[in-house]
């Protein structure tokens, strides 16, 4: 894994730019506001995701974690706000330098999303991506050939989740808690600044998501800046440093983990809190 | 050349090399032509594109002596293709198969390319890929049902009589060398002879040809990570 941080390169490439900012970059929603044709699904959030921390930004299904998490993986412009990593504001920026932007955000999807086919091209997309074609090439020449393994960064990432020993399994024999590893070693490959995990642990039984909790944990000592969605309240108290409370589309309250669970000022964040509040 | 009647290894060997290049390249072009529209098809969303893979489906069943009286009046002197001098050439069947192929081509591929879950597709942009790695991606979760497309294009162009006896004229030299016949129109002309020994020669060599093209992808389906039903 290379060092945190560093500054965008108009090529896209996974290459850091030396001399660039060494502690990770902050991801941050101001004032976001997005909607659909049938509605508006998220209003003036504002929140950051800071290296080396995990936010967990929690709330009921269908509140907006997933539309939000989205626009933060910029796969759309908000309809209104900005999207800002170190400041800028993202969609300003020209389209090779948010390439570069959006190749140190990785994220984790809770639908099943891994390719058909082995572990190892799975964890290894994002790293092939960054690449040059003919690099592409004479790799694709050399894997044919059998002269190409996994590489090292491929390994490493699956160790983080747990599965060092899958690398050579097809991701279609994979149970639903190891094909959720297997994708976040696909987004941690590439040593992301900021890893985005959108209700990763859903569904799983509790060896899996204790696997997928250390593994955040881990990105965190290294000084990723993770934000987690989920409506699993225990899990955000036992993984995250801050918390956000996201209820009908807007954030009713932020700080600290503990204070937040503790000392609540919303009185809707007591009663979701204490699970008297249901959707 | 060894004789068993009319059975000559010229006549077998000639006409199902005739049906191999025909159908082959009718394929080919099927594909070059067909699969870019599948991608640009399922790919975008707009005005119309139900309509559209409506008439694509409609192509499937397009009556293939209907396509081969077309590519006929095409072709002919008086036609708009006249100046090629093209009918009753090998050439001229290649025509009526691609145009005959390509619907059934770029219908299952593009249900195919449509089958692919998004969140590959987000999976794949969220990994930091561009606008073409997601495409190759797409084409590459894909692939079964393009190489099932394949198979039925080639199914359809090597097992056509009606168009590619009209423009082919299903001409063979006097040594036995096949110009334009193939092996389904020879089965044709040998069955009104009453030559059914060649005739089933014919049927089991092109039955061989069909079975092997289908055998090919079912290896390449069994070979794959993900390929095989589980």
Known sequence: ?279 | MFGLGDLSLTYLASTTLVSLYVSTVAVVLSAAVGLPISLAVGFNDFYGKSAVTSVISTGMGFPSVVVGLVVLLALSQSGPLGSFDLLFTPEAMIISQTILALPVLVSISLSAVQSVPQDRRDAAFAAGGTSTDVALLVVREARYGIVTALLAAYGRAISEVGSVLIVGGNIVFSDSTSFTRTLTTAITVEARRGNVETGIALGAILLTLVLAVNALGARFRDRTPGGRAR
Not at chain 1, 23 to 31: E, F, M, Q, S
Not at chain 1, 228 to 253: F, K, N, Y
Request: glycine share 10%; hydrophobic share 40%; charged share 25%.
């Open chain 1, 1 to 279: 894994m290379t060092a945190r941080g560093g500054t965008w390169d108009d090529s896209g490439s996974e290459r850091p730019v030396p001399g660039g900012n060494q502690t990770g970059i902050r991801l941050a929603a101001r004032n976001l506001s997005h909607g659909f044709e049938d509605g508006a699904v998220l209003e003036d959030i504002s929140l950051a995701v800071e290296p080396g921390e995990v936010l967990a930004v929690v709330g009921p299904s269908g509140t907006g974690k997933t539309t939000l998490f989205r626009l933060l993986a910029l796969f759309e412009p908000p309809t209104d706000g900005t999207v800002e990593v170190d400041g800028d504001d993202v969609w300003e920026l020209s389209e090779a330098r948010r390439l570069a932007v959006r190749r140190r955000v990785g994220m984790a999807f809770q639908s099943r999303s891994l390719f058909s086919a082995t572990v190892e091209a799975n964890v290894s997309y994002g790293l092939r991506v960054r690449r040059s074609w003919g690099t592409r090439v004479r790799d694709a020449v050399g894997r044919a050939l059998g002269q190409n393994g996994p590489s090292e960064t491929v390994i490493e990432a699956l160790q983080t989740v747990g599965l060092g020993d899958k690398i050579d399994r097809d991701a279609a024999s994979l149970s639903a808690g190891e094909a959720q590893r297997v994708a976040i070693a696909r987004a941690l490959a590439p040593d992301p600044d900021v890893l985005l995990l959108d209700e990763p642990t859903s569904n799983l039984d509790p060896r899996n998501t204790a696997a997928i909790e250390s593994a955040m944990r881990a990105a965190r000592a290294r000084g990723i800046a993770v934000a987690l969605a989920t409506h699993d309240m225990q899990q955000a108290r036992r993984v995250s440093d801050r918390t956000a409370v996201l209820l009908d589309g807007a954030c009713i309250e932020s700080g600290p983990t503990d204070r937040v669970f503790d000392s609540p000022t919303d009185d809707r964040v007591r009663r979701f809190v204490d699970g008297k509040l249901v959707y």
